[in-house]
């Protein structure tokens, strides 16, 4: 009998252990990139264009903001004109391999050679 309390005890406190280990450890946060209005300067503001004269899907020019940490594609044949970044310390993905890091409170404008960007993350 007494092995049994012994066990029951010591399972008891293995629980007690672990349910303070699950309240007292942070979570990670989920983070989700997504486009939002744009109201504030603070935001990542993006125009730019799509260039798909043999390819369907969008095509013309474009304008949006985005918040929270994360990753957002563009998709194929989409150039960047101007970006903004607002608080946002941001890298874009060039279609040919390319990264370009842009710091936070920057405006970049692409008059004559904007980049094929794929995909735009927030850090």
């Known amino acids: 009998m007494p092995t049994i309390r012994k066990t029951a005890r010591s399972l008891f406190a293995v629980a007690l252990l672990a349910a303070g280990f699950s309240v007292t450890a942070p979570m990670n946060a989920a983070y989700a990139m997504n486009q939002t209005p ?18 369907v899907g969008p095509s013309g020019p474009f304008e949006f903001c985005a918040a929270n940490a994360g990753t957002m594609r563009l ?9 903004s970044t607002g608080n946002n310390d941001i890298q874009m993905n060039d279609a040919n391999g390319a990264t370009i890091r842009i710091s936070r409170w920057n405006i970049v404008t692409y008059p004559n050679r904007p980049p094929n960007i794929t995909s735009i993350q927030i850090f």
């Open 38 to 55: 744009c109201t504030t300067g603070d935001l990542l503001h993006i125009w730019g264009h799509y260039d798909r004269p043999l390819i």
């Open 75 to 83: 998709g194929a044949g989409a150039w960047v004109d101007k970006i």
